[in-house]
């Protein structure tokens, strides 16, 4: 059974930051593009940000000049460096990775709240 484990959500405060990760329980997640998603109450689920195998990154308008995802491949882990945060970034984030992005992690809550 593949698994992805998401680590580091909690409470922050506006402008505060927080660094997610998650890590696959297999190697060959690395051959894949990986990427995070987050869902708020009442939302869709949307793209926060994604990372090619070879390490080239892709970000929602939303969230660019503030989060950076990056991956390591020898620990099949990517992670997601989130800085200026804002209260309407406050959701469920997910991370999602394997072939076609088949597999889904069991969400970590981020709030950014005053």
């Known amino acids: 059974q593949v698994q992805l484990v998401e680590l580091g959500g909690g409470w922050v405060q506006p402008g505060g930051s927080l660094r997610l990760s998650c890590t696959a329980s297999?190697?060959?997640?690395?051959?894949?593009?990986m990427g995070w998603y987050r869902q708020a109450p009442g939302n869709w689920r949307e793209l926060v940000a994604t990372?090619?195998?070879?390490?080239?990154?892709n970000y929602a308008d939303s969230v660019k000049g503030r989060f950076t995802i990056s991956r390591d491949n020898a620990k099949n882990t990517v992670y997601l460096q989130m800085n200026s945060l804002k209260p309407e970034d406050t959701a469920i984030y997910y991370c999602?990775?394997?072939?076609?992005?088949?597999?889904w992690g069991q969400g970590t809550q981020v709030t950014v709240a005053s």
């Open positions: 297999k190697s060959t997640f690395s051959f894949y593009t």
């Open positions: 990372i090619t195998s070879d390490g080239t990154p």
């Open positions: 999602r990775g394997g072939a076609n992005l088949a597999h």
